[in-house]
């Protein structure tokens, strides 16, 4: 009798030569790809925790070679930065929350097959993604809808993305239809059905769209820069540290990007705008873990059809 039928353990299993080698390299490759990717990153972060001026020497990799602070108070100092930090954080709230809503109705809505007009909607949703109004006709029209010098110029124009609804709609349309059917005939309308089947089986896609529309508002500088210039109350993070790149890279160590630190010549562009890098990208870098076990399955599972 054999050793498997008697109960015992299985053989295990040997690699070919051919095998072993390609596990070898894959693995060397990989270890290669993630050392690529991260060192970059461990080196701005070196960089801001290093002395501005011994940071112009060079020959500083992933460990600051003279460990300061002050490039991080230069940059957390800065007039209305708490003001922009706060703004930012609600509009990434706020902006995911009723963007992800609004996507979620609208791409249940065409991934149903009962919907009549599904493919001209998909279609006009699909031309929007490749053709605009432009700059000035776009302004002209939140300024006549009263968005300019508001918060909710920043949640409103955003709610709607053509993106997003395709990605959650091709989600959608994966889910059998047979699950639909059944609760209809136990009496459930349209909403009971998206509310407590379809969004359950959902939250894959769901976080990765949410880590998509995150990510765009907390990284989104310009719409302040154009419609909320002159109104400091509704200025974000992103913009009030890109006024602070540029005030450094054009005038080197000046006396506004520098009139709060406590030593002048230990601060200077390059250890300043690695200070505000790491600042601007330490929230969605916290985010992400929390998100990344759906993040491959919203995107891989929403593209597979029965």
């Not at 979620?104 to 699909?126: H, N, P, T």
């Not at 409103?156 to 609804?165: C, Q, T």
């Not at 540029?246 to 520098?258: D, F, K």
């Not at 990344?292 to 399955?297: I, K, L, P």
Request: charged content about 10%; proline content about 4%; glycine content about 6%.
């Amino acid at each position: 009798m054999k050793e498997s039928e008697m109960g015992g353990s299985a053989p295990k299993y040997r690699l070919s030569p051919a095998n072993t080698l390609f596990v070898i390299l894959n693995t060397a490759f990989m270890i290669a790809f993630v050392i690529v990717t991260l060192y970059p990153v461990l080196n701005t972060l070196a960089v801001s925790f290093n002395d501005g001026t011994d940071a112009l020497r060079g020959g500083i990799h992933i460990l600051p070679r003279k460990f300061t602070l002050q490039n991080y108070k230069t940059v957390l100092k800065k007039d209305n930065l708490m003001v922009g930090a706060w703004v930012s954080v609600a509009r990434t709230v706020i902006g995911t929350v009723t963007s992800l809503l609004a996507n979620a109705i609208l791409a249940y809505i065409v991934s149903r097959k009962r919907f009549l007009f599904k493919s001209q909607l998909s279609l006009f949703w699909v031309i929007t993604m490749y053709v605009n109004g432009g700059l000035i006709p776009v302004f002209l029209l939140y300024q006549n809808l009263g968005l300019t010098n508001s918060f909710w110029v920043y949640i409103i124009p955003g709610m709607v993305s053509a993106f997003n609804m395709l990605v959650m709609r091709t989600y959608m349309q994966g889910i059998p239809d047979s699950l639909e059917e059944s609760a209809q005939l136990d009496g459930a309308g349209y909403a009971t059905i998206f509310v407590k089947i379809i969004s359950p089986l959902c939250k894959p896609v769901y976080a990765t769209v949410a880590l998509f529309i995150a990510v765009g508002q907390w990284n989104s500088w310009f719409d302040a820069m154009l419609y909320n210039r002159m109104s400091t109350q509704y200025t974000t993070l992103q913009y009030e540290l890109m006024k602070l790149l540029s005030s450094v890279s054009n005038q080197g160590a000046s006396a506004e990007s520098m009139k709060n630190a406590a030593s002048a010549a230990a601060v200077t562009p390059t250890s300043v705008r690695a200070a505000a890098t790491i600042i601007t990208m330490l929230p969605i870098v916290c985010l992400y873990p929390f998100l990344q076990r759906y993040f491959v399955a919203g995107l891989t599972i929403g593209g597979v059809k029965e």
